[in-house]
């Protein structure tokens, strides 16, 4: 076992993480840990770009998009939160241009802007051009950027270390308080307790509960995970994204920015029918919406290809010059995936598992909560893995790097001012006995279960039970499956016992936090009796605001129960309204 | 409206079938043993599947002791650049539409083995940092953005593409002789800033690849262009640069 002392540690070098090492590092000593290498994280696989009311090509201010992000998040946004991310996004994009991200331009040379799904003029009227990007890579731009940046600054990092507990401990009027985490190093095997008066938590989501996704292989949800086995509280975790545009089949990302350049949905019959569903600003709709539509034209029999199982994204309209200059890569994916070419066949698509709006509930400071209203000092979380929340039941395109940049930013300043007046907390006793269990437990196992096929039977369940519709009969049916996974966990065992490079073994604790937190997201469903944003109900088709207008509170019991609890939105100065488009 | 219709229906309408391929592998973990090993693996593929689909059901299904690489598996996270068939390639970006019934897997060449097809990234990294790969200006920041014309900002686009997987460096014969080089990856990163409108840092660039290892070592044998998963066109990078170091001009 190896000891490490920080001022801070964040946890994660995505988007956030990295960004809140640039704020950090400045100000405090810093130690960034990832599991993968910075570059690998899944910000790169970000497409279409980053909103901010630059009104660079045309009239738009910071209060429509907060608007927007909040019908967008069927009125589950914290208002508070939504303003601070679109009043500060103006300085976002500007500082990431400053260190060198190279946007597309306008003719006179700003940083041009497109539209994209539920960003409008005035508060709906139609939409606005209002995304800064970088052709269709503006995540892999702002991952290389801040990459980059973090070179130019010197920021210390960990590479292939897999953080796996966190470390609180009691202060003077005996409130816990953060005093660092522990971690498995990859490459050695070796145990690694780091002492730290703050830590950020950036560690991204868990689309991998899902079967099609565009989520990494990766995204196994450590950092909530660990969080929630601390007993700490997972705020609205029932709300998960599905992308409209995700490669038929495969679930590869095929970006907003493909509809925002101008490319149509239609169904078996060519019909663009989300005419029918968002007359106003149609293949635009926020994706949620999308998403429900695209289902039910395949629900009811108007769904393309021979098993009618998905709809057509059409891009054969508009000029090949278009296409290459601002959709280069995900042409390429269609070209390569698929065998599609989307200059003259439109390429088929399907909803995938993108984004979890829910996570480690935080506030404005992005001080990570134990309570409504207490935080655990020296807590911090920005990014997927937090719920701050801005974007509520069903997140706007393009407002994910915007969240990275706002939130990250803050929480790497908050970490480091917390840090410079803390003292170093003392660690608990045995700091690294839980991970020393965990790992020791897989690496004896005689059991006779895969990680394999207990992953691909959770990955089956929550795709048929838990994705862009649910009832209570089909979550119902989800929870058993699950309870019944978590037993056959308890029996799974590895092949590899070694201690160089065990990625066996790290795939085996990373399913057991997918399964914990499948868990929490299907209880909090079936407890959200109502349709808001990305959790439709078919037994509960309308939003009700007068029951549900309330964030879900997740608390593990001793047991390792789900205890459910609510926690009130934050409203500011946007009543709750029908949502149309 | 209608060519839609048609272009629908020509989908074909059989599944595809799987077919048996053998997968061989070049094993080595010296916490066991410091000899390499070839182990063959057969497993059923699909036209659409991708060599890491291949990959993950043996480790899945056969032999969890089997170590790789991997993260987004649709070519933009670059993890997964192994030697497949003997060129240099990302994992998930070769289908199997495109392969033989046989398969030969190895880690990319020139850098340290660590375990099965994973190696030691370091030096690889060391060498991209080395070139300053983060814009560099003086003076006073605009208050806005920086302007740049799209001409401009067309100079580098193909070089921004990068996604460091080393598919590139390990390819290139001056690297596997010589580890010092530089290496393709890492003059793709600094001609990404050498030629940016923007950046002021260019003769200090120009100057760390005017080394004894740096862009002269190029013999130009295209290895790296074709290996580039982005498709960068990476030789024309490297010439360009040689060529601002003749002339000192972007």
């Known amino acids: 076992m190896q000891n490490h002392r920080y001022d801070v540690v964040i946890v994660g070098a995505g988007g956030a993480g990295m960004r809140a090492a640039l704020e950090s590092s400045g100000r405090a000593r810093t130690a960034v840990l990832t599991k993968l290498y910075p570059t690998r994280s899944h910000t790169g696989a970000a497409q279409g770009g980053m909103c901010a009311a630059l009104a660079n090509v045309e009239e738009d201010n910071w209060e429509w998009h907060t608007f927007d992000t909040v019908k967008g998040g069927d009125y589950l946004v914290d208002q508070d939160a939504a303003e601070v991310m679109c009043k500060e996004a103006n300085d976002a994009v500007l500082d990431l241009e400053k260190m060198g991200l190279p946007f597309n331009r306008t003719p006179a040379g700003r940083i041009d802007q497109r539209r994209f799904g539920g960003h409008t003029r005035n508060h709906g009227e139609a939409p606005v051009r209002r995304s800064c990007y970088a052709a269709d890579r503006t995540g892999h731009m702002i991952l290389q950027t801040l990459y980059q940046n973090c070179v130019k600054q010197g920021v210390e990092f960990f590479n292939e270390f897999y953080v796996l507990d966190l470390l609180l401990t009691p202060n003077a009027d005996g409130v816990e308080v953060a005093s660092g985490v522990v971690a498995y190093e990859l490459a050695t095997g070796e145990i690694h ?86 007359p106003t600003i149609k293949d635009l709709a926020p994706r949620d919406i999308v998403a429900r539509s695209m289902a039910n034209e395949v629900r009811e029999g108007r769904g393309a290809g021979p098993h009618k199982d998905y709809v057509l994204l059409d891009l054969t309209h508009l000029p090949k010059e278009q296409i290459d200059s601002k959709l280069p890569d995900i042409t390429e994916f269609a ?33 990570v909560l134990r309570t409504n209203t207490d935080v655990v000092p020296g807590l911090y ?33 908050a970490a480091a001012e917390y840090a410079l007046k803390a003292e170093l907390p ?38 048929r ?95 390792g129960s789900v205890n459910l609890d609510w926690k009130p939105v934050v409203v500011t100065r946007y009543q709750p309204m029908a949502r149309k488009y | 409206m209608t060519a839609v219709q048609e272009r629908s229906v020509s989908t074909p309408t059989e599944a595809p079938k799987s077919r048996p391929i053998e997968v061989k592998i070049r094993r080595y973990n010296p916490e066991i043993s410091d000899e390499v090993t070839w182990v063959t693996y057969t497993v059923d593929a699909f036209p659409t599947d991708r060599v890491l689909n291949l990959l993950m059901k043996i480790k899945g299904e056969q032999d969890g002791t089997l170590t790789f690489r991997r993260s987004c598996a649709h070519g933009v996270c670059g993890s997964d650049a192994m030697r497949i068939n003997g060129v240099n390639r990302l994992a998930c970006k070769v289908l199997m539409k495109d392969m033989p019934d046989k398969l030969t897997i190895e880690p990319i060449k020139g850098l340290p083995v660590e375990k099965d097809l994973i190696v030691d990234m370091e030096p690889f990294f060391e060498a991209f940092r080395a070139v300053k790969p983060f814009l560099i200006t003086h003076g006073n920041e605009p208050s806005k953005e920086w302007l740049q014309s799209q001409a401009d900002r067309d100079r580098f686009d193909d070089t921004t593409k990068c996604i460091l997987c080393a598919a590139c460096t390990t390819s290139c014969p001056v690297f596997w002789t010589d580890g010092s080089y530089f290496g393709p990856a ?65």
């Open chain 1, 426 to 463: 003392d660690i608990p006793e045995a700091p690294a006995a839980t991970v020393e269990a965990m790992v020791a437990k897989l690496l004896n196992s005689a059991g006779t279960e895969k990680v394999n096929t207990i992953r691909t039977e959770l990955q089956n369940t929550m795709d």
């Open chain 1, 465 to 559: 039970n838990a994705q862009v519709f649910r009832t209570e009969e089909s979550l119902s049916e989800c929870q058993s499956d699950l309870e019944a996974l978590r037993q056959r966990y308890e029996n799974v065992a590895i092949a590899d016992k070694g201690k160089r490079y065990n990625s066996d073994l790290l795939e085996a604790i990373e399913l057991g936090f997918l399964l914990d937190l499948a868990e929490v997201l299907v209880v909090s469903a079936r407890n959200r009796k109502e349709s808001r944003g990305g959790h439709a109900r078919e037994d509960f088709q309308e939003r009700d605001d007068e029951n549900y207008m309330k964030h879900t509170m997740a608390y593990r019991g001793p047991d």
């Open chain 1, 193 to 278: 307790v780091f002492n730290a008066k703050s830590v950020v938590l950036a560690t991204g989501g868990f689309g991998k509960v899902f079967k099609t996704t565009s989520n990494a292989h990766t995204l196994t949800g450590d950092g909530m995970g660990v969080v929630w086995r601390k007993g700490l509280p997972l705020e609205d975790m029932e709300f998960f994204q599905f992308h409209p545009t995700g490669l038929a089949g495969l679930g590869i990302l095929l970006s907003e920015a493909a509809r925002g350049e101008g490319a149509i949905l239609r169904n078996a019959d060519g019909e663009r029918f989300m005419e029918r569903y968002a």
């Open chain 2, 186 to 250: 890492a003059i793709v990163n600094a001609h990404r800033f050498i030629f940016d409108s923007r950046d002021q840092g260019a003769e200090e660039r120009l100057e760390i690849l005017n080394d004894r290892e740096g862009v002269w070592r190029c013999r130009t044998t295209f290895n790296c262009t074709e290996a580039c998963p982005r498709g960068i066109q990476i030789t024309k990078a490297i010439q360009e640069v040689k060529q601002a170091l003749l002339f000192r001009r972007v």
């Open chain 1, 335 to 367: 070209r390569t995936y698929l065998g599609v070419e989307p200059y003259t066949e439109p390429v088929p698509v399907y909803p995938t598992a993108h984004y979890a709006m829910g996570g480690v509930p935080t506030n404005i400071e992005a001080e």
């Open chain 1, 381 to 413: 979380a920005a990014g997927e893995v937090a719920c701050v929340s801005v974007h509520g039941s069903n997140r706007l395109g393009t407002n994910s790097l915007l969240d990275i940049n706002v939130f990250g930013r803050r929480a790497g300043i």
